[in-house]
């Protein structure tokens, strides 16, 4: 995953939670890896832009996890494709992930304080 401007820091506290975001974009049903990447920018309002070279070893590490799971398919395009479904495993390791993810977040809201400074 990068950032979109190479400039702007918006996209540095992202680094290493993209299994996160798989995992999420994967909640609604199966995908294949174009999708997920589509679906990862386009709910960022393109802030964070996923390259394959960061995705498809993300996937193959979940799917080594066993959090995910893939299956052969044909595409919109009527291509051979390889989907990837959420396991339950997945679906649990989201939870706790994303609680720590939160966490995370409101604790370096209550250092940075106000926005008035």
Do not use: C
């Not at 506290?13 to 299994?19: A, E």
């Not at 309002?45 to 070893?57: A, F, R, T, W």
Request: proline content about 4%; aromatic content about 6%.
């Amino acid at each position: 995953m990068r950032r979109k401007a190479r400039s702007d820091s918006r996209g540095e506290m992202l680094r290493g939670t993209l299994d996160l975001l798989v995992l999420k974009t994967l909640i609604p049903g199966p995908a294949h890896g174009h999708t997920i990447a589509h679906v990862i920018e386009k709910t960022s309002d393109e802030v964070l832009q996923v390259e394959h070279g960061s995705l498809y070893p993300a996937l193959h590490r979940l799917e080594d996890r066993e959090l995910i799971a893939s299956f052969w398919g044909t595409s919109e395009s009527n291509r051979k494709a390889k989907y990837y479904r959420i396991t339950p495993q997945g679906r649990e390791h989201l939870g706790q992930e994303r609680n720590r993810w939160e966490a995370l977040v409101q604790a370096v809201v209550r250092v940075l304080g106000p926005a008035t400074e």
